[in-house]
């Protein structure tokens, strides 16, 4: 073993020498310069992360916790029921858990910014760009790599802050014609509700340390695995907790923030808000999965939100229009099932369905970008079609990607999603169970849709798109068939004994130490002619989704408008998403703006009326006194005698 | 030696006399003039008990009184001056530049 496991604290500061270096010289630089700065300090910090986890796999499982701490952060007097004295470190902690998300972040993050190079080439404030997006990843790795709750809290915030100016960078361009956003709004509307999100996780992360005295990841699971912290306790931490993933997550009720983040350009759309950031909620609640063990009501609440925002968000997905906006609401509905799994006690589902939706997701975006570059700024699906035969490469990718997304054998996206049904199942979730493949069904309906619309079929924009219509540049077409193949091999690290006839679960294995041990996977050994039947079940309902988009998208494109018409009132419910931005404008929104002019009108009233009633009283005093100021030089020398003779005359009566 | 209350009777008409001046006249200067009759009828009054306690202190405060007079005599007239170039006039009826 060597020490390079020593090294992880450089992990997240490597993206933030790029941000020194762009951040202060990127406008005098190239654009060449910039990229490659911003692309290799995070292929530095991607092999970096390799060596770390080579090193970490050459110990024993049960040893693979490494720490690392750049000193203490805040040594806090004596907190918690011992009264020993709590310090938080500016810790950073590396185990099989956070080795994966490592790997997934700075792996296909590096794709990402490599795209990118390409993709905002021709954009204003490229620097600004990659300044952006490195610090982006600098916060990221810090969430994942924190050894404790805090350190994660810094990098939980510093993504939302990346995200808010991301999603806001094209801040002077309309974004919605329906809502009348400008992206800056959009970014905005991020920003607040992960605030929501966040008041809650602190809350939570305040309570945690109360009750603990500590924020340390395996403190806190080791006190709570030994009995610590009473039930009601752990099940408010948990919720608190969750809540706060929600935010961040995109979950019922917090997610509408999302689908306006694609305001942002497409590779922030690919890294932040499809491949990494919005699964911090899932690994910071599989961080976890020991205190969730022992709170069953908080994961059971885990499970129904995620399998409704699964369901809910796939709804969505059938009726948008935009490229983007389709790939946000999947984006939500894959969310939701890793909650779901993770709720139902499958965290190695969970985290296994995370690392593949990262591949195949980020490919998804970056397709649907490069469609967007190559028409010109385009993002309407219904102006799109046949695009087939003008970018090969992009649509090979891009199908690829979908199948995977489907849930098609022997892509990533099978293995992922059938262990999470399977665990859903064989816990006795079979409710959630049935959601998740309902999903599964709409997932492949809606996805074959988008494919349809946009790379079959005859082309509905002007033909001045069309003509113009090309292939991406390498930069942008590389990262694509790297993030392909990994989408079709990334599921085979954790194929199922059922399919191998024996156990090479590697994906497993490797994180157990990290996690509660599920009743999920304890009973999976035990049903295999179930299993067998579930995943045949699962495949099916897919293929009978890409059957109905065939049908329907290829076959007779002008049914789509006729069936429409039939179910109008469902239509009408998807296409204005369930109407929920109008209830939270209609529910907190108006009676916040009522209450504010309500405080505003208190202050203006009120405070402000008692400060002037003050000035008035002195006013009016001031102007019957000034009647004394006659101008006559004797009136004061009488008053004042007079005042001498009221002075001699009181110490003459008055007796001592 | 004449008798003391006789001498601050005296005083008392003295002082009453510039006490009537002061409110009574117009003339800015006719009003100081007044101010040095009731500071010398003030000093009058602390010769007479200097005289009859034997004591060094009242004669000491009369050079006090007599230096505050010269420079208050000085400060004064000055003022006037001022008064008369700004309105032509040392009425001070007419002078209530600082009347509402």
Redesign the interface.
């Known amino acids: 073993m060597t020490d390079v496991s020593k090294l992880i604290w450089l992990i997240p500061i490597l993206p933030l020498l790029g941000v020194a270096w762009n951040g202060t010289l990127g406008r005098r630089l190239g654009k060449g310069a910039v990229g490659a700065t911003a692309c290799g300090t995070v292929l530095l910090a991607f092999l970096l992360s390799l060596g770390a986890v080579w090193d970490l796999a050459q110990l024993p499982p049960d040893a693979r916790y490494v720490t690392a701490s750049l000193g203490t952060w805040l040594p806090l007097g004596p907190i918690g029921p011992g009264g020993e004295a709590a310090v938080v470190d500016w810790g950073f902690a590396l185990d099989p858990l956070s080795a994966v998300m490592i790997l997934v972040v700075t792996g296909v993050g590096f794709l990402i910014h490599v795209y990118a190079t390409g993709y905002m080439a021709h954009e204003e404030g490229f620097a600004r760009f990659f300044v952006y997006m490195n610090l982006f990843m600098s916060m990221m790795l810090t969430l994942v790599l924190g050894s404790n709750l805090l350190v994660t809290f810094v990098g939980w915030e510093g993504v939302g802050l990346c995200s808010y100016l991301l999603i806001g960078f094209f801040f002077d361009r309309p974004f919605d014609a329906r809502t009348g956003l400008t992206c800056a709004d959009a970014g905005r509307k991020a920003f607040l509700v992960n605030r929501i999100g966040d008041f809650a996780f602190v809350i939570g992360l305040l309570y945690l340390l109360t009750t603990f005295g500590t924020l340390d990841y395996r403190s806190v699971l080791e006190t709570v695995a030994t009995g610590g912290g009473s039930h009601a306790m752990l099940v408010a931490v948990g919720l608190l907790l969750f809540i706060g993933a929600c935010g961040k997550s995109a979950q019922i009720p917090l997610y509408v923030w999302l689908p306006d983040a694609m305001a942002g350009p497409t590779p922030v759309s690919a890294l932040i808000h499809a491949a990494t950031m919005v699964t911090a909620g899932v690994y910071m609640v599989t961080r976890m999965s020991g205190l969730y063990a022992h709170a069953p009501e908080a994961m059971a609440v885990v499970a129904v939100v995620g399998a409704a925002t699964a369901l809910f968000a796939a709804t969505m997905g059938i009726t948008a229009t935009d490229i983007k906006k389709v790939l946000a609401y999947s984006t939500v509905s894959q969310l939701g099932y890793m909650f779901a799994a993770a709720g139902v006690g499958a965290w190695t589902a969970a985290i296994f369905h995370l690392m593949t939706h990262a591949f195949f997701k980020a490919l998804l975006f970056l397709g649907a970008g490069s469609v967007i570059h190559g028409q010109g700024g385009e993002q309407d699906i219904r102006k799109m079609g046949g695009l087939k035969s003008k970018m090969p490469v992009t649509f090979a990718t891009f199908i690829t990607a979908t199948l995977a997304i489907a849930g098609i054998f022997p892509l990533a996206g099978f293995f992922s999603k059938d262990e999470i049904l399977w665990g859903a199942f064989s816990s006795g979730h079979v409710g959630v169970w049935a959601v998740l493949a309902l999903s599964a069904g709409l997932t492949a309906f809606y996805m074959f849709r988008l494919t349809f619309l946009v790379f079959y079929g005859a082309h509905r924009g002007d033909h001045h798109t069309w003509d113009h219509a090309h292939e991406s540049p390498r930069s942008m077409t590389v990262p694509l068939l790297v993030l392909a193949s990994l989408s079709v091999a990334g599921g085979w690290v954790g194929i199922p004994a059922i399919l191998a006839g024996r156990d090479i679960n590697v994906f497993h294995h490797w994180l157990a130490p990290s996690l509660a041990g599920g009743h999920a996977e304890e009973g999976a050994a035990h049903a295999a002619s179930t299993e067998g039947a579930l995943m045949a079940a699962a495949l099916a309902v897919a293929i009978v989704g890409i059957g109905l988009a065939f049908a329907i998208y290829r076959r007779r494109p002008e049914a789509a408008a006729s069936i429409a018409s039939t179910f109008r009132p469902v239509y009408a419910l998807w296409r204005n998403l369930y109407w929920v931005d109008e209830l939270y404008e209609a529910v907190i929104l108006r009676p916040f703006y009522a209450m504010s002019r309500f405080f505003a009108a208190f202050d203006r009233f009120v405070v402000d009326g008692a400060v002037n009633v003050s000035g008035i009283v002195v006013d009016i005093t001031g102007q019957l006194l000034?009647l004394f100021?006659?101008?006559?030089?004797?009136n004061y020398?009488?008053l004042f005698?007079m005042g001498v003779v009221a002075i001699l005359v009181y110490f003459a009566t008055v007796p001592r | 030696m004449i008798d003391p209350r006789l001498v601050l009777v005296l005083s008392a008409a003295l002082f009453s006399l510039g006490?009537a001046g002061?409110?009574?006249r117009?003339g800015a200067i006719s009003?100081l003039m007044c101010i040095e009759l009731m500071l010398n009828s003030a000093n009058l009054a602390f010769i007479t008990f200097a005289r009859v306690h034997g004591g060094p202190e009242a004669q000491i405060y009369v050079f006090f009184v007599m230096t505050l007079a010269a420079a208050e005599a000085a400060a004064g007239l000055a003022i006037v001056i001022a008064l008369f170039r700004l309105k032509g006039t040392t009425d001070?009826?007419e002078?209530?530049l600082?009347?509402?």
């Open positions: 000034k100021q006659t101008g006559y030089v004797r020398a009488l005698l | 006490v002061v409110l009574l117009r009003i001070v009826d002078i209530s600082l009347k509402w």
